[in-house]
């Protein structure tokens, strides 16, 4: 058995085989995973299964496949958890592996993600968005505005982007996604990502950076704009969601970490489906 540090050396080891798990969990992606190998500790783990071992947020030491259990032998399974303490993390559809007069489910709030349908996204319609939508169409009454693909000549632009945006937030670098977004930024065509990037008055003011997480789903990872341009994050998730392949049919937002902040953020869009992320350990 090795064990290593997760690293870029290890995309081509994971990226397909993290992808064709077909789920739409955001921890199953090898940028995620990368991108914030530090918050979570992220080791790959080479046996007889290839595996990767973590901390959730809240400090539990868990194992994560890199392929269906459901696929693999269930004394196997149940060696894994038993060494490592939980599997995590587990979407429900794979629960059928995990016997409830054998195994613990649990969750924790804080984990699940926030899928929101793109066509809602688009158009803002119904009630419950209208203040978003008004937020929005003052965006586009009062500001000269411009979106384009975020490509290699446009990073620079998105740099400017994240360095105002950490600026204006409390509590310094550690407080925020600073590190893990400049990473994405510098590391953007190696670790396959995909965005788009706004401008105001012709001077960069918002951009997005995300991936395709599964054939339906498209993961935003970074969303980050200049503070005080009312309605800037409103049109950039609209008018990104609007130039989406039609393949996709949503975006997931990803989790909220406990913070109440970003959870109110994403609680306001109205999210769809909220994907929990279940713990799985031995009775």
């Known amino acids: ?23 739409w969990i955001s921890e199953y992606s090898f940028p995620n995973l990368y991108l914030f190998r530090k918050n979570h500790e992220y080791r790959v783990i080479k046996n007889d299964e290839l595996l990767i071992s973590g901390i959730t947020y809240d400090g539990l030491k868990f194992i994560m496949p890199t392929r269906d259990p459901r696929g693999i032998d269930p004394q196997r399974v149940r060696d894994i958890i038993g060494e490592y303490g939980a599997m995590y993390p587990v979407p429900e559809e794979w629960l059928s592996a995990f016997p409830g007069d054998a195994y613990l489910h649990g969750y924790n709030d804080d984990d699940t993600d926030y899928v929101h349908e793109l066509d809602k996204l688009v158009t803002y319609s119904g009630k419950k968005l209208h203040d978003k939508k008004n937020l929005m169409n003052q965006f586009l009454k009062l500001y000269r505005h411009s979106a384009l693909p975020l490509t290699d000549d446009r990073l620079g632009d998105a740099m400017e982007i994240l360095e105002a945006w950490q600026r204006d937030i409390p509590g310094g670098l550690e407080a925020t ?11 953007y065509n190696e670790l396959v990502l995909c965005g788009g990037i706004y401008y105001v008055d012709d001077r960069p003011a918002g951009f997005i950076i995300g991936e ?19 309605g800037l994050y409103q049109f950039m998730y609209s008018n990104f969601a609007s130039i989406m392949p039609s393949k996709y049919c949503c975006f997931n937002f990803e989790q909220d970490m406990g913070k ?24």
């Open 177 to 187: 996604d600073y590190y893990p977004c400049r990473e994405a930024i510098e590391n």
């Open 212 to 230: 395709e997480l599964h054939e339906k789903v498209f993961a935003l990872h970074f969303a980050k704009g200049i503070r005080g341009i009312k």
């Open 1 to 23: 058995m090795t064990t290593e540090e997760l690293s870029l050396r290890h995309k081509d080891l994971l990226h397909a085989r993290l992808r064709g798990i077909n789920t």
């Open 260 to 283: 109440e902040s970003l959870r109110q953020a994403k609680v306001t869009y109205e999210p769809e489906h909220m994907i929990k992320k279940y713990r799985i350990s031995i009775k």
